[in-house]
């Protein structure tokens, strides 16, 4: 019940005083976003006064923001690899920090080419762990009663490695379920899961799903809400489900755990929870054994309020696919965050995923936003945009996210596209845009994620008819033909095999895509012949689950996986043509006349 608090937010009613807390801290933090901005600049620069980074740029212990501003230079990771080399190799003098870098964080294997080594100090856990306890005091505004159940939630760590000079490097999601902050984490009845530590510890993704999932069904009764990471998480754990789920129900049927689970703290938990239940077995028995699937989840955990999963910038895609699975539960995106940085997060979490704005948090780093304008007519500006200070950006316009942070990163280029969408306080909002990178390149044309994302659902408007739907993309630019083109791999669900799309339907589905595209792309298609028409290879059902197999099998972290949008591997692109069941090419050009000058 909402507690009338003297800390009572402009948030709405707080659930509990605890919350009352949180919601208070809200907003006394972005209240006063340019006033904390300016603390967290003049902590970091105080402490770290005396590093090597900040001595070379002559700042001579300022810590004023015109100074700051003046001396040290904008950077990209490539800038700082020199220093990061050494730091892995061993050097444990104060190059970036003047605290120890206590570990590396891996940045996801499929963002922006090759894992990133992201330098962090022990006292970050202590701002993540701050950020998360912002999460649930949000969410209470907007869902009551999540106190009197329990979260399905797939979380997983990956092995880690260590560089050369001995620091760990894992992921971020790893190090932070390994710390005392989340094993030890004090109880929270808002945030109970049905899955215990030994499961989200185990480093066998096998046996931690395995058990993640049939401790889900033993408690499903309790469940509120089932969550992942990312969108293709929680998909995954369906797919894993669907193949799985005559052993779990045999499982709880006996009372006898699968012998493939051989981890002994997993088998010593399930000893004290798993008996014979053959009710429940026979009642998932039933739901699976069905061939239809719509609304899996809502029927298996009936009590299932809303799914926690990220589906903004490339997860969007999977909005369907979700909705197929689960009848329709509301979405919830609930924070904003990187290897490099936690930002910030959702206050309005139950809003459509389209409405998503993520409220920067002015304590987590100093944050910077470099104008992004993308350039008229390929002609060069007249002089590099102005960095702009959080509370100074302007709604509508977007930007190109700058940090600086405790553990040593200055005005370091994120690689963010952010589109302001308002302010909480003084604490802008923003609608995460796309990651700054170019998708595919024929000739001059240059497709980005965002563009090939709204190609893609365009163009499957046409499968509708057919009960069909592009589960999963990716895409390569093909230059071993004469003129090059675009290929577009589509994985599809279809509801009714007698009704599938025709080789006609997919053709119009090429052209739609092109339809979508710039108008560079077009003239290149349609006036200039330097590209040719744009080719969907249809690929079996599973195959984006072999290709996050492959990509886990070589390092990649199973909590920040994200399917690549452009492959150019040989070895994945041969997987993805080992797969296709049929090809097919735009029967047309794009419609396409010259720009007014």
């Not at 603390?39 to 001595?55: A, G, H, K």
């Not at 012998?259 to 053959?278: F, G, Q, V």
């Not at 845009?433 to 170019?438: D, F, G, L, S, Y």
């Not at 195959?543 to 452009?566: H, W």
Request: include cysteine.
């Amino acid at each position: 019940m909402a507690v009338d608090s003297p800390l009572s937010s402009q948030l709405g009613p707080p659930a509990c005083e605890r919350d009352a807390k949180a919601l208070h801290f809200i907003e006394e933090t972005t209240s006063h976003a340019d006033s904390v901005q300016d603390r967290v600049l003049t902590e970091i620069l105080t402490r770290n006064s005396q590093t090597e980074y900040l001595t070379r740029f002559k700042l001579n212990g300022a810590t004023d923001r015109e100074t700051f501003k003046s001396k040290l230079p904008i950077i990209t990771y490539e800038d700082l690899q020199p220093e990061i080399h050494r730091i892995a190799n061993g050097d444990r003098s104060a190059i970036l920090s003047a605290h120890p870098i206590s570990e590396f964080l891996t940045s996801s294997g499929t963002s922006a080419g090759e894992r990133k080594l992201m330098p962090t100090i022990k006292e970050e856990l202590d701002r993540r762990r701050l950020l998360y306890s912002l999460l649930m005091p949000v969410m209470n505004l907007y869902v009551p009663g999540l106190e009197r159940g329990k979260g399905l939630y797939f979380l997983f760590v990956k092995s880690e490695t260590r560089t050369p000079g001995g620091l760990l490097a894992r992921p971020v999601l790893t190090s932070y379920y390994k710390s005392d902050h989340f094993k030890t984490r004090p109880y929270d009845p808002y945030n109970v899961y049905t899955s215990p530590n030994e499961a989200i510890l185990c480093p066998d993704s096998f046996q931690s799903m395995y058990t993640q999932m049939l401790c889900g069904l033993l408690q499903r009764q309790q469940v509120l809400r089932v969550g992942a990471v990312f969108a293709s998480g929680l998909l995954r754990a369906i797919r894993f489900l669907q193949l799985n789920w005559p052993q779990l129900t045999q499982d709880i049927e006996t009372g006898a755990l699968n012998p493939k689970l051989t981890e002994p703290s997993l088998r010593e938990y399930m000893d004290k929870i798993l008996k014979p239940n053959p009710e429940l077995a026979e009642c998932v028995r039933h739901e699976c054994s069905k061939d239809n699937w719509e609304g899996i989840i809502a029927r298996i955990w009936q009590n299932t309020k809303y799914l926690d999963v990220i589906v903004t910038g490339a997860m969007a895609q999977y909005i369907p696919t979700l909705d197929y699975y689960s009848g329709g539960l509301p979405l919830a995106c609930t924070m904003y965050a990187s290897s490099e940085c936690y930002f910030g997060l959702n206050l309005n979490p139950m809003c459509k995923p389209s409405q998503v704005s993520y409220t920067i948090m002015p304590n987590m780093a100093y944050f910077e936003f470099l104008p992004h304008e993308p350039d008229s007519f390929g002609f060069p500006r007249a002089s590099p945009p102005k960095l702009v200070d959080l509370v100074d950006v302007e709604v509508g316009k977007e930007y190109e996210l700058v940090i600086t942070t405790y553990a040593g990163l200055y005005r370091y280029r994120v690689g963010d596209i952010l589109r302001v969408t308002g302010f909480h306080n003084s604490a802008p909002q923003f609608h995460f845009v796309r990651r700054k990178n170019v998708l595919l390149s024929i000739d001059s044309d240059k497709t980005d994620e965002a563009e090939l994302q709204k190609a893609v659902e365009n163009a499957s408007r046409l499968l509708r008819e057919f009960n069909t739907s592009v589960v999963e993309y990716t895409s390569y630019a093909d230059t071993r033909t004469i003129p090059g083109h675009y290929v577009i791999y589509w994985e599809l669900l279809g509801k009714d095999s007698a009704n599938s799309p025709t080789d006609e339907v997919l053709k119009q589905c090429c052209l739609a895509m092109e339809e979508s595209l710039n108008s560079v792309y077009r003239q290149g298609r349609a006036a200039d012949n330097s590209i040719g028409p744009l080719e969907i290879r249809v690929v079996k059902n599973g195959t984006f689950e072999e290709l996050m197999d492959y990509a886990i099998s070589r390092g990649a972290s199973i909590n920040q996986y994200k399917v690549p949008r452009c492959v150019n591997f040989t070895p994945i692109m041969e997987l993805l043509d080992s797969r296709v069941v049929s090809s097919h090419f735009s029967p047309a050009l794009p419609h396409w006349t010259p720009e007014r000058r």
